[in-house]
């Protein structure tokens, strides 16, 4: 029953059988005609003499036989059309690409450079990153004068999400510790069977703490052949920074220290690219040249099934037909 509901996915394979319904009006011009010739051309001023000749009230039910015919047709004509319900599958192939981002959440990041500030921009981009990678595994780190995971790589990039809008200044010591938020970046990707293993390293300072040196956690990220894109945050100059003071938070200008030769040797030793933004619309295309060059590859591959839903109207078009004849020769036999 549900498939004769569902009209959305029916098909007929031969429509052309429609036009046997251009009959019906014919049909019916051609019943009323013949009632017209078969009205008396006498008539009389009295029905005395006739009343013998009554039928009864069997002849005005004839006009029924005439209507199981249209019904017969029509239910016919739908039936060689032949209906059908169609149901796609579709097998998804695809060759992932595991990804970490790395963000460096040093109390510097709370620079209003960017709008609002360095912070609220990285997490913005990000989660729009995640959104365009939906068949790809994510995962999240964090590091400023340690490392933290925030997220292991995952496809629930719900869970994902909702850690990137967690972020916030303070989480862990304050410092920049670039060499260990790469080799805890590495370290989830270590067993990683993904066919491309990438990570997106930001940051806006030069490494001064940690245990493992970048040079170190590089040669890492090489041994596992991982991809490195990295991200220098901030403009060219200055920027306006929060800073505790014995007065309370106030603004101050400070330098932007970043340490590009680093960032350009992780990118270019593991075939990977560096990038430098100055703000909001710079991070943002930086993350679209990135979805650009780690393209992940996807195969769908569609089957549809169909099902034949012609014998039911055949059914209703026979048994019509046959009760037609049944009525006409039996009950409507003696009805002139």
Not at 101 to 129: H, T, W
Request: aromatic share 8%; glycine share 6%; net charge positive.
């Amino acid at each position: 029953m549900n498939a004769f509901l569902d009209w959305k996915h029916i098909t007929f394979a031969q429509p052309l059988f429609f036009g046997l319904l251009l009959v019906i009006p014919v049909m019916i011009w051609w019943y009323f005609r013949s009632k017209r010739e078969d009205s008396p051309a006498l008539r009389l001023t009295t029905l005395g003499g006739i009343d013998s000749t009554r039928t009864g009230g069997k002849a005005m039910f004839r006009p029924v036989l005439f209507v199981l015919r249209i019904v017969a047709l029509i239910a016919l004509s739908i039936a060689l059309a032949r209906p059908q319900t169609s149901n796609t599958t579709e097998n998804i192939d695809t060759e992932g690409i595991d990804i970490v981002l790395a963000i460096d959440v040093s109390g510097s990041m709370l620079a209003e450079d960017f709008k609002p500030n360095r912070y609220e921009a990285a997490k913005e981009v990000a989660l729009k990153f995640v959104d365009q990678r939906p068949t790809d595994r994510m995962g999240l780190v964090i590091f400023s004068g340690e490392s933290y995971t925030m997220c292991p790589i995952t496809i629930d990039h719900n869970v994902l999400k909702e850690q990137i809008s967690a972020i916030h200044n303070g989480m862990i010591m304050d410092g920049t510790s670039i060499g260990m938020g790469l080799a805890t970046a590495v370290d989830r990707l270590r067993y990683s069977k993904g066919k491309s293993k990438v990570i997106i390293l930001m940051t806006d300072g030069v490494n001064n703490m940690g245990l493992i040196d970048p040079n170190t956690a590089l040669e890492i990220a090489k041994a596992f052949k991982v991809r490195i894109y990295t991200i220098g945050v901030g403009t060219i100059g200055q920027a306006l920074v929060p800073v505790p003071t014995a007065m309370g938070i106030q603004k101050q200008l400070q330098p932007v220290e970043i340490d590009e030769p680093l960032l350009k040797q992780m990118a270019k030793e593991t075939n990977g690219k560096y990038f430098r933004a100055t703000g909001n619309k710079s991070l943002a295309d930086i993350y679209k040249d990135i979805d650009k060059l780690e393209k992940t590859k996807v195969d769908i591959t569609s089957y549809k099934h169909y099902a034949e839903l012609f014998f039911p109207f055949a059914m209703i078009a026979i048994i019509c037909l046959v009760l037609e004849m049944l009525l006409r020769y039996t009950v409507f036999r003696s009805i002139a």
